[in-house]
């Protein structure tokens, strides 16, 4: 079997996952790398577990304030899934909550919300109006008028 097959990158991503869950991020950043080289390799480039990598590279990145890298990373993550999934799906509405994240960290609000939009017409519509996720970005977007002072848009959004 060998060493570059696809059980062993999923050991990797979740080896990097717990390494990002106490705070190594250098170890973490290594493991998702290995991971999403083997991917990448075995499963090719447009699979949507190279897309899932990317994501937690991606994660992990912006959590330690490469914003140009982690929005690199989402944006081809983004791409693969819209792709491969379809524009409707629920993994395409939780990158574009993540890119509307890392846009909201950065101060650049417009986009934010243009993401965080985005990804609550796909999660209402795929989810339905009462699930958590909608909920989360809902409230995400409160967040972001208040930030912007529109407190009439924050306080009817939730």
């Known amino acids: 079997m060998g060493t570059q097959n696809s059980d062993v990158a999923i050991t990797l991503n979740n080896l990097a996952t717990l390494y990002r869950e106490i705070e190594d991020c250098e170890k973490a950043m ?3 790398q290995r991971s999403l080289d083997i ?3 075995v499963l090719g480039p447009q699979h949507p577990d190279v897309a899932a990598t990317l994501n937690n590279l991606a994660g992990l990145y912006r959590n330690v304030g490469e914003y140009e890298k982690a929005l690199s990373l ?4 983004l791409e693969i899934m819209e792709k491969v999934l379809g524009p409707q799906h629920p993994n395409v509405a939780a990158t574009l909550n993540e ?3 890392l846009y909201s960290e950065i101060g650049e609000y417009e986009k934010a919300l243009l993401f965080y ?3 609550l017409e796909i999660s209402e519509l795929v989810l339905g109006t ?4 909608v ?3 809902l409230y995400n977007l409160a967040v972001i008028y208040h930030t912007m002072t529109e407190y009439k848009k924050s306080t009817t959004t939730l």
């Open 30 to 32: 290594h493991f998702y």
């Open 39 to 41: 991917n990448e390799k």
């Open 74 to 77: 989402y944006n081809r993550s």
């Open 99 to 101: 890119l509307a994240v």
């Open 117 to 119: 939009k985005r990804s």
């Open 130 to 133: 009462q699930h958590p996720d």
């Open 135 to 137: 909920a989360i970005i």
